[in-house]
């Protein structure tokens, strides 16, 4: 089956312009999560949907920064008023479930490179 | 929230070698620790992961071991090969996975 897919691949913006990224999780998943990775760098947070729960948007940097999931399924990250150091790899990853014994792996899409000029 | 520490960012070992990378986590709630290898302009993949009802877990050449009371988990790689080359992420979940930082891992020929 297809796995998690984001587009664009890439993305180059003039600064202060907004941007929206997407993620189309696999089938079924009820978890959904967004990651942003610097160049050489780790896999920082930024935010979790879980079915119907309201997300923990715990990780996202700023108020530029946001994000829906309608339906339970696609995902958009919007990036307001874009900045230089937001330029990185913002990675969406899904998951089947996330209660005790259900499998928790996470299946990470390709990753949108956003650069910011 | 949970914090996820891991040791060290750089590693070098010769090939055929063991290699051994070190996470710690913060809460005592997380109950599932994965680990993610991601190769070079890829995407990370989970090469295994272990819950904190188990000690120990081995698949192969790879094996990850925790230690609850001390809220630390290792993964190892033995006789290591070029292609294990890559960043070795860590993770821990209480409510949502959290990450380390990675080891880059360097297999000397």
């Known amino acids: 089956g297809a796995g998690v897919s984001q587009s664009p691949s890439n993305k180059v913006t003039e600064k202060g312009k907004d941007v929206e990224l997407r993620c189309d999780p696999i089938?079924?998943?009820?978890?959904l999560y967004w990651y942003r990775q610097s160049l050489g760098q780790g896999l920082e947070f930024l935010i979790y949907?879980?079915?119907?729960?309201?997300?923990?948007k715990s990780g996202l940097p700023s108020d530029r920064f946001s994000a829906e999931r309608t339906g339970g399924s696609v995902s958009t990250l919007t990036i307001q008023r874009t900045q230089q150091e937001d330029s990185a790899v913002y990675l969406c990853?899904?998951?089947?479930?996330?209660?005790?014994?259900?499998?928790?792996?996470?299946?990470f899409g390709p990753g949108t490179r956003l650069t910011v000029t | 929230g949970e914090n996820v520490e891991q040791h060290p960012s750089t590693l070098s070992v010769q090939e055929g070698d063991s290699a051994v990378i070190k996470c710690t986590y913060s809460?005592?709630?997380?109950?599932?620790f994965p680990w993610y290898k991601q190769e070079l302009g890829k995407r990370p993949q989970l090469i295994i992961d272990?819950?904190?009802?188990?000690g120990e877990k081995k698949d192969q050449r790879i094996a990850v071991t925790l230690n609850k009371t001390a809220k630390h988990f290792s993964l190892h790689i033995t006789e290591t090969q070029p292609e294990d080359s890559a960043v070795y992420f860590c993770?821990?979940?209480?409510?949502?996975?959290?990450f380390g930082k990675g080891t880059r891992l360097h297999i000397l020929p």
């Open positions: 990853a899904s998951s089947l479930a996330l209660w005790a014994e259900a499998p928790y792996e996470q299946y």
């Open positions: 089938s079924g998943h009820t978890a």
């Open positions: 949907f879980q079915g119907n729960s309201a997300p923990d």
């Open positions: 809460d005592s709630a997380s109950n599932y």
């Open positions: 272990i819950r904190s009802n188990v």
């Open positions: 993770a821990a979940r209480d409510d949502k996975i959290i």
